[in-house]
């Protein structure tokens, strides 16, 4: 789902600009564009990220804020203030603009209450003979606008928000589904948001109106009074569900979910019999909500397996072996182990090297309490690693990049994390013997060659071989482990004899 989910995304681009409306609409939609920013920096999309927000700034309009028609939205310009929150700190040149739309949604406000602006009624959030949209959703706007406040040190701008959120915690119904104008898209909006400010309590009971309504298959109803679904509602549900740790709830949505994309990655908007929300149309804002759930789903996985992975491995393993070879002595360098599970290879590296500054970084949090201390623990993806350019001497990669939505973008930033002269090791299962055994429906194999380039095109010198497994000690072809080393200083003639002599490289294939 994820790779085509991705690939949309990139077919409705418009070229320097930002992410179109629909299939059928194909203008640009700047709240939906300045949202989808987060969104393409987890998946290591930077570029495109870049792109969307410099669009934004030249659409911003002359008061600070954004919308669609021309006119100002609380609710449009609070998502491109999200957008430009996760990018202010690679692009300063956003914090002008982002200040401008932090004081143009403050300006607009309730002084007294923190109530953001609605349109007038009978405008762009009227739902028919359902009434209008719940204002509750301004509620999405609160959590970058704090964040916003936090980075550009205004202390006024947290103020706001804690007065905003009480207004609507007071005022607001927020935890009813069965109300006409329940939209699950909408309504999973408040639930969202209501995570992220701390209200998972509310939240709680939000999503156990919503789950009162979920079929066995996992589909929750568009609205309390219908059978067709909302895609981006559905996906919504199921994230949201995530974040607050109800596993079967969300993973059988997902699966539901999944049924419901088309062969193009998109998303109709509405799916069954009368359904009316965009239901011929592929909506950007259904991709994006898809994506972001999907990641939470692999997190989920791991967070509720955590028990049958090992907690320890062997150095006569040999991917360990393996590990301890290429690399060499450690001692006084740095070293990450990226999507290292439970640390197993992290502790093997740390007990051999005492003096060496080990990080082990993964999605799950679950797998990061195995990780022994000593060793740094980083909670976060392979897309999107909270390190600097050129921070690590040696980074391993060991059955995790498998488990990574975007493998190019995922070899990009490991390479863009080793230092000048720095090795990567990356060890993962072949392509050519998939079926071998049982896996995810996310998970992704590769070939030999296939990394080999994406290593290459990264500024690697990179080989490959094939390497045992748990006791396998001769090779089966299951598992492949490729090197890399970054600016090569010597000559190819010696770094072949010093892998050679390690036995790392014997019968492999050299780019």
């Known amino acids: 789902m994820l790779e085509r989910a991705i690939g949309w995304i990139k077919d409705n681009t418009i070229p320097g600009k930002g992410i ?147 207004y609507y915690l007071e005022n607001v119904t927020l935890t009813d589904f069965s109300a006409a104008n329940a939209l699950t898209h909408f309504y999973a909006y408040i639930q969202e948001a209501l995570v992220e400010l701390g209200c998972g309590d509310v939240a709680c009971a939000g999503m156990a109106s919503a789950g009162r309504y979920q079929d066995s298959d996992g589909a929750v109803p568009a609205y309390s009074d219908v059978t067709w679904v909302c895609s981006t509602g559905q996906a919504q549900l199921a994230q949201v569900w995530y974040r607050l740790g109800e596993n079967e709830r969300a993973d059988a949505a997902m699966r539901f979910l999944e049924v419901l994309q088309n062969p193009s990655g998109g998303f109709f908007g509405s799916y069954g019999r009368q359904a009316d929300y965009f239901p011929d149309e592929e909506i950007s804002w259904a991709v994006k909500y898809a994506i972001e759930a999907a990641q939470l789903q692999i997190a989920s996985h791991f967070n509720q397996t955590v028990n049958i992975y090992q907690n320890e491995i062997s150095e006569s393993d040999p991917r360990v072996e393996g590990v301890l070879n290429y690399l060499g002595d450690l001692n006084g360098k740095r070293v990450l182990d990226a999507g290292c599970g439970k640390g197993r290879y992290a502790a093997v590296i740390k007990q051999r090297y005492p003096q060496a500054d080990v990080t082990a970084l993964d999605i799950s949090e679950e797998m990061l309490r195995y990780v022994p201390d000593g060793i740094n623990k980083v909670q976060g993806g392979i897309l999107d690693m909270p390190f600097g350019d050129g921070q690590f001497d040696a980074v391993i990669c060991i059955e995790a990049l498998e488990h990574v939505v975007n493998i190019e973008n995922g070899v990009k930033e490991l390479s863009r994390v080793l230092a000048g002269g720095g090795k990567l090791m990356i060890i993962d299962k072949n392509k050519e013997k998939l079926g071998q055994l049982k896996m995810p429906s996310w998970e992704k194999w590769f070939g030999r060659e296939e990394l080999l380039d994406m290593m290459l095109s990264n500024g690697l010198r990179a080989q490959a071989q094939f390497i045992g497994h748990d006791k396998v000690t001769e090779p089966d072809g299951l598992f492949i482990a490729w090197i890399g080393q970054k600016e090569y200083t010597i000559s190819t003639r010696d770094v072949c004899s010093d892998l050679k002599r390690n036995n790392i490289l014997a019968g492999t294939n050299e780019k």
């Not at 449009?76 to 996760?86: I, L, P, S, W």
């Not at 959030?125 to 609160?142: A, F, M, P, Q």
Request: aromatic share 10%.
């Open 20 to 166: 179109v409306i629909t299939s059928k609409r194909e203008v640009c939609y700047p709240e939906v564009t300045g949202y989808y920013i987060p969104t393409l920096l987890s998946l290591g999309e930077d570029k495109l990220a870049h792109q969307y927000a410099r669009w934004l700034v030249s659409v911003q309009q002359a008061d600070g804020s954004f919308g669609l028609d021309g006119k100002g939205y609380a609710f449009d310009t609070g998502q491109v203030v999200r957008g430009f929150v996760a990018l202010v700190e690679q692009m300063p040149e956003l914090e002008s603009p982002l200040r401008r739309a932090c004081n143009w949604l403050i300006e607009i406000a309730d002084a007294q209450t923190g109530r953001l602006q609605v349109p007038s009624a009978g405008g762009v959030w009227k739902l028919g003979s359902r009434g209008e949209v719940n204002e509750g959703i301004n509620l999405y706007v609160l959590k970058p606008l704090r964040q916003a406040g936090e980075l550009l040190n205004e202390p006024g701008y947290i103020q706001f928000v804690d007065k905003s959120l009480n």
